[in-house]
C-alpha cells in the first residue's frame, strides 16, 4: 500500500532484457539511501515505480534492481523507459506511517496520455486522455494516481480529466518533464472499484 506521496526522483540507470520481462536498475535520489538499518530499502521491499508496485531483487552500489513481467509492460509505461529517464519513487507505507495522499495500491489500471498544458503563472492544469472505462471511476474532487503522484481531480470529462499542479509537484515529480502525447501510469481510487461492482457494473 502506498500514499502518491512521492518520495524522491530515482534515474535509470539499466535496462535489461530477460526471457520474461524487463530488469530495471534505478538510481535513488541520497535521500532514499539515508537513515538507520530498520529505515534503508531491503531485498524483497515493495517500492511503486512511476504508480506500479515492483520488489526489489538486487541492491548493489546504491543501486535498486527490479524485475517487470509481460503483464506489468502491457498494462504500464516501464516498457517505454530509457536509460537516464526519470522515474517516480516511493517506498511502501509502514503501519505506523502518515497518510498524507489516499490509499494506493500501486496497481496500475492501464495507460492515459498527456492531452494539454495550460500554465497560468507557475501553476499548470494539465489533461490527460484515458480509456472511457477508466474514465467512469472518476468524480471531480476525488483522488487519482498518475505516475504514482496522488492527484485531487479537477474536471472529468467522458474520456478525460484534469488536475492543478502547484510549483512544488512539477518540480518534485516527472509531471513537471512530461509534454503532450506522453504515457503515464493511471490508477483510480480503489474506493470507485468496488461500488462499481456493487452495483453490478464491473
Not at 506500479?52 to 534492481?65: K, M, P, Q, Y
Not at 511502501?92 to 492515459?112: A, E, I, M, T, W
Not at 472505462?133 to 504514482?148: F, P, R, T, Y
Request: aromatic share 4%; charged share 20%.
Amino acid at each position: 500500500m502506498f500514499t502518491g506521496l512521492v518520495e524522491g526522483l530515482g534515474t535509470v540507470q539499466a535496462l535489461v532484457t530477460e526471457e520474461a520481462g524487463l530488469r530495471i536498475v534505478i538510481a535513488p535520489p541520497a535521500v532514499m539511501l539515508g537513515g538507520g538499518d530498520t529505515d534503508r530499502c531491503q531485498l524483497g521491499d515493495s517500492v511503486a515505480l512511476n504508480g506500479c508496485c515492483l520488489t526489489v531483487i538486487e541492491i548493489r552500489h546504491d543501486c535498486w534492481a527490479f524485475q517487470a513481467g509481460t503483464e506489468t509492460l502491457s498494462k504500464t509505461n516501464l516498457g517505454r523507459l530509457t536509460t537516464g529517464a526519470a522515474v517516480n519513487l516511493e517506498r511502501s507505507l509502514p503501519v505506523n506511517g502518515r497518510l498524507g495522499g489516499h490509499f494506493v495500491q500501486g496497481h496500475v489500471d492501464g495507460v492515459g496520455h498527456v492531452a494539454a498544458i495550460d500554465r497560468e503563472g507557475d501553476w499548470v492544469t494539465m489533461w490527460f486522455q484515458v480509456p472511457v472505462a477508466l474514465a467512469e471511476l472518476m468524480v471531480a474532487k476525488g483522488s487519482i494516481a498518475v505516475d504514482g503522484i496522488s492527484l485531487t481531480l479537477v474536471q472529468v470529462e467522458r474520456d478525460r480529466f484534469s488536475v492543478a499542479l502547484i510549483p512544488h509537484t512539477l518540480s518534485m515529480t516527472t509531471l513537471g518533464q512530461r509534454g503532450v502525447g506522453d504515457p503515464v501510469n493511471i490508477e483510480t481510487d480503489i474506493l470507485g472499484k468496488y461500488v462499481q461492482k456493487l452495483l453490478g457494473k464491473g
